[in-house]
Structure formats: structure tokens, C-alpha cells
């Protein structure tokens, strides 16, 4: 997704508890505003298919 991390936390506070779960450090990142989605699924060898589909749980699904 091209969703930027910053824009995303932005939109929904509650993802901050989220990317914390997932022991990304993107909640507190300068960073933030230029990496994807993609980018932390990359960067953290996260399973791409289980992030996104903890993020629909938080109801963000404008993320694409």
C-alpha cells in the first residue's frame, strides 16, 4: 500500500497499539511520513497477508 505510516496513525490513533503489537518502532519513528505499509511489511518481515488483515480489524480500510 502507499499509505504513509504517519498518515495512517493520523487516521486512526488506535493503530499506534497495533504497529507496537507487531514490534515495529513506526509509532515514534521520525520516518514515519515517507514509509509505506509496504515499506514496514518489507523492512520488518512482517506476513503480509496477517498485517493487513490486523489493520481491517481496526477498521482501516482506506489503506490502499
Known amino acids: 500500500s502507499e499509505t504513509s505510516v504517519a498518515d495512517l496513525l493520523a487516521a486512526t490513533p488506535k493503530a499506534v497499539r497495533f504497529f507496537i503489537d507487531q514490534h515495529t518502532t513506526c509509532a515514534v519513528c521520525s520516518l514515519a511520513r515517507f514509509c509505506t505499509l509496504q515499506d514496514v511489511i518489507t523492512i520488518y518481515s512482517l506476513d503480509e497477508t496477517?498485517?493487513?488483515?490486523?489493520l481491517a480489524k481496526l477498521n482501516v480500510h482506506n489503506f490502499e
Open 50 to 54: 496477517r498485517f493487513i488483515e490486523g
